[in-house]
């Protein structure tokens, strides 16, 4: 039992704020992403600086309390929390600096990818990321990484230089090329394991208006949208990154009354080369595939198109997801699909299959911790709901989803979209790194201090 000197004196101590179950803001604070997930921790450390974060891993540490690292709080799973332990909350620490003459970004670790997109925009530079602004830059980075820049810049993590770690025994390192090279290999592709990153150093490309949107079809024309596209994706320019989505064309605005909740097959596009070339790179999909129902492509600046799925996805509603690399899309796969999409439990309920080709794969698998560099996209279905009642639909469906297509995909799954699945899934991800990210993690963590997380045991 902790006694409350103790804990005093640690809040004293914090620049940031510590929040208990008897404060007000408590509910509030202890509150996740993905409602589905209802974590009580014993308290939760809103850290200001790096010197909180540091006061805050002695403490943890010291009072053997379970300790959880919150970034953006947007994991699946909840992994950003615990239940009677400590949250190291990073929201405070969302300070982003660019350098415009070196197209690199600083950036703190409580940011969420749209606060990383706003600053860089203002220099016409972007940072390789995901495609929902309010997920946090953390947890994303540190699990890999893929959007609309991946085929053209490469995973988040293959633009990361360097990141500011506090270890389990409170020492702060910077980690890069240079510097502790066997933690700066691990903490890309690695989650959470090895330390509290307090910052990242990433590089930014030229990056400002682009061309991109959904363009929607009938659900029925989705066979011949994914087999066209299968073929298409390895021979289109990495200018152009268009992505599967697969779901129902949901209630308000910007969708006309009369298509709201048809069942629909989409390709979301982002085209990033010269804009007077944008319309030429998109005719291919506009005019060998049968005429959409919706299209909703064009220009805008990069944030905006980052931030499209942003209102149709506001914190608190019920996630439940199932995902895998895939390498190659058969027809039975595809038929698959809209099986499955033909019984989806909820408006908002997905599929998305996101290439990780071009850029990605030109970095080798031992290269980073990042195995999986042979498999062409990263396949999630996300059973999504505001009412907590359809919880257990949305989980039967995602599963039964899943275990139709898993057969025709590769073992692992990208694990910023896994659930908690058990080491089997997470050796079958990292593949033959695993073994190199046990020797770290035995280095680093040798008492596996931070294990809130897709967890490598020490060797
Ligand atoms: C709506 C939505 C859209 C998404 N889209 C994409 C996408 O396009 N591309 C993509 O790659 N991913 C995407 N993701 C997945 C996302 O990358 C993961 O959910 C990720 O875990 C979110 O990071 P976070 O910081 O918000 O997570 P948190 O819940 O805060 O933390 C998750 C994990 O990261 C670790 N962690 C967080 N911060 C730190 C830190 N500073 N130091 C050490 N460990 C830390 C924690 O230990 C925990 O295990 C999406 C998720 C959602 C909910």
């Given at each position: 039992m902790?006694?409350?000197?103790?804990?005093?004196?640690?809040?004293?101590?914090?620049?940031?704020?510590?929040i208990q179950r008897s404060d007000p803001q408590y509910e509030e604070a202890r509150k996740l992403y993905n409602a589905m997930i209802d974590k009580k921790p014993l308290m939760i450390a809103r850290?200001?600086?790096?010197?909180?974060?540091?006061?805050?891993?002695?403490?943890?540490?010291?009072?053997?309390?379970?300790?959880?690292?919150r970034g953006g709080g947007h994991n699946g799973p909840g992994l950003g929390s615990c239940d009677d332990g400590l949250v190291i909350d990073l929201?405070?620490?969302?300070?982003?600096?660019?350098?415009?003459?070196?197209?690199?970004?600083?950036?703190?670790?409580?940011?969420?990818?749209?606060?990383?997109?706003?600053?860089?925009?203002?220099?016409?530079?972007?940072?390789?990321?995901?495609?929902?602004?309010?997920?946090g830059i953390a947890g994303l980075t540190l699990g890999g990484g893929h959007g609309y820049l991946a085929r053209k810049f490469g995973l988040t993590i293959d633009n990361l230089l360097e990141a500011d770690v506090v270890l389990a025994d409170g020492s702060l390192v910077t980690a890069s090329a240079t510097q502790h090279p066997d933690l700066f290999w691990a903490l890309r592709g690695g989650g959470g394991n090895f330390g509290v990153v307090t910052s990242f150093l990433y590089k930014a490309h030229p990056v400002s208006m682009v061309y991109g949107g959904p363009i929607f079809w009938e659900l029925n024309d989705a066979p011949k949208v994914m087999k066209w596209y299968r073929e298409f994706l390895p021979k289109a320019s990495v200018d152009l990154s268009p992505f599967v989505h697969l779901g129902t064309i949901p209630a308000g605005e910007p969708f006309p009354e009369n298509l709201r909740g048809k069942k629909t097959?989409?390709?979301?596009?982002?085209?990033?080369?010269?804009m007077e070339k944008a319309e030429e790179a998109v005719k291919p999909i506009r005019q060998q595939l049968p005429p959409p129902m919706l299209d909703l492509a064009g220009p805008l600046p990069f944030p905006a198109l980052q931030g499209l799925f942003d209102p149709l996805l506001p914190k608190g509603m019920q996630w439940y997801w199932k995902a895998d690399f895939v390498r190659d899309l058969p027809d039975r796969a595809i038929e698959l699909h809209v099986e499955h999409m033909n019984k989806v439990p909820s408006e908002l309920s997905i599929a998305h299959i996101y290439p990780i080709d071009g850029a990605v794969h030109k970095v080798g698998r031992q290269d980073t911790a990042w195995n999986c560099r042979d498999a062409t996209w990263s396949m999630v279905i996300c059973g999504i709901d505001?009412?907590?009642?359809?919880?257990?639909?949305?989980?039967?469906?995602a599963w039964e989803y899943w275990e139709a297509l898993h057969p025709y995909n590769l073992k692992g799954a990208y694990l910023n979209f896994m659930m908690e699945e058990g080491e089997e899934r997470i050796r079958a991800?990292?593949?033959?790194?695993?073994?190199?990210?046990?020797?770290?993690?035995?280095?680093?963590?040798?008492?596996?201090?931070?294990?809130?997380n897709q967890n490598i045991k020490p060797a």
């Open positions: 902790l006694n409350t000197t103790t804990i005093d004196k640690f809040k004293a101590g914090l620049r940031g704020e510590l850290c200001a600086d790096v010197a909180d974060v540091i006061s805050a891993v002695h403490f943890g540490r010291e009072n053997n309390l379970l300790t959880a690292i929201s405070l620490m969302n300070g982003v600096r660019v350098d415009p003459k070196n197209h690199t970004v600083r950036v703190e670790a409580g940011c969420t990818q749209g606060q990383v997109d706003h600053a860089a925009h203002a220099f016409g530079l972007a940072v390789p990321a995901g495609v929902v602004s309010s997920t097959c989409a390709l979301v596009i982002c085209y990033t080369g010269p505001p009412n907590p009642a359809n919880a257990q639909a949305l989980k039967t469906w991800t990292y593949g033959d790194n695993y073994g190199r990210l046990a020797a770290v993690k035995t280095k680093y963590d040798p008492a596996n201090f931070f294990r809130v």
